[in-house]
């Protein structure tokens, strides 16, 4: 798997430094060769690669994890970034029924999708009806009436032949995909599922029919039903799709197989357009909501390494906070690399903000949370890696002259150099009182 292969090639040597090119090279020649593997278009890939690695050359070597590791999680944050970051919730109208569109190729998984979502949104409470607008297979008004009953869900459908259990239109997708909505709002249903029809390679008559389906209907989502197994022609028929229906997520069905789902990075890289949902199996409970971060690892096929590195990182995390309290002990000054170890680990809390703002009690710390600058940690963090080491071991030594080159080589302006020093001396003074054992004087605070 990847993993042994990376395993193999970094052992573990923690980098000092940026990631230099043959560490990324190394390392981005694996992703590469993974990414075809799990069937990604081969242009998708060749664009991936190359933005990975102008990410993560010249990025900062953690103090946690080796080169290797770290360009793959810079691998998986953009993998995830691509395939839509957090699940993306259906958007449901404000004024009901909430009309959703399906589209895609013949036996893409339309049909059996159409089951599974309706059954889905029946169970959150939702009443949703199935509108029957595949008129081309002689039998596909028959496959939805079906897949309707098992999800005990309603289908709007003509009945060619005979009179309709409502009294819709035949013939005429058009026309029944409209006459459907109308149903829906009269009965209504809340939620309805246009099911539509489909060739079995792109042609330009399904694609006006597609359209003009969605032109009468104005969906509030139109879903790309994609095969997961579709492997290097996603991207055309996406394109193809894109073009013609603009649609607003994408479906990958078929995920139980053995297709480690290249499609779905092909498909959300080129459109743009977020996997909302995944179908895993003929049933009409095979269905999910799409994780993101889920997929990245099933495509990388590297669920054990990103569980080693987020291992590494919280030992990592112990590891500082360990280093901090000994050096405190002995009495140690505390120097601009401590400071900038500290930094990294307020960073960490930065990207938990989110997290913590949608946490009960959260309200207390509302401001301090937004208050919280990453610009401001970029800059002073800029100003600390343009000192040489030396001078980050002993500040006493920055003069006027060497404060002008710290200034210059982070675009600060001096007094910003000149704030932060001011400020390190304080904290380093603070440091070394509470290492005394007392606290620094605060008026109405008594420390037992
Ligand atoms: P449509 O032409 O897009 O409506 O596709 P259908 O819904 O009729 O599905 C085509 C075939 O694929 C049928 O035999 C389905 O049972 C099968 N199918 C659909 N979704 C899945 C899935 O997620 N997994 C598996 N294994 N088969 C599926
Ligand atoms: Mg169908």
Known sequence: SLSDRLTATFKNLRGKGRLSEADVDATVREIRRALLDADVAVPVVREFASRIKERAL?????????????????VNE?????LGGETRRLRLAKNPPTVIMLAGLQGAGKTTLAGKLSKWLKGQGHSPLLVACDLQRP??????QVVGKRAGVPVFAPHPGTTSEFDAPTGDPVAVAEAGVAEARQKLHDVVIVDTAGRLGVDAEMMDQARRIRDAITPDE?????????GQDAVNTAKAFEDGVDFTGVVLSKLD???????????????GKPVMFAST?????DFELFHPDRMASRILDMGDILSLIEQAEANWDKDEAARMAKKFADQEDFTFEDFLAQMQQIRKMGSMKKMLMMMPGAQNMRQQLEQFDEREIDRVEAMVRSMTPHERLAPKIINGSRRARIARGSGVHVSEVNGLLERFGQAQKMMKKMAQGGMPGMPGMSMG
């Open 139 to 144: 039998n596909a008004v028959t496959q939805l």
């Open 78 to 82: 953009e993998l995830v970034t691509i």
């Open 257 to 271: 197989g053995d297709a480690r789902g290249g499609a779905a990075l092909s498909v959300a890289s080129v459109t």
């Open 281 to 285: 199996g003929e049933g009409v409970d």
């Open 58 to 74: 010249g990025s900062e070597v953690s103090g946690a994890l080796n080169p290797g590791q770290q360009v793959v999680k810079i």
């Open 222 to 230: 139109v879903l790309f039903v994609i095969d997961a197994m579709i």
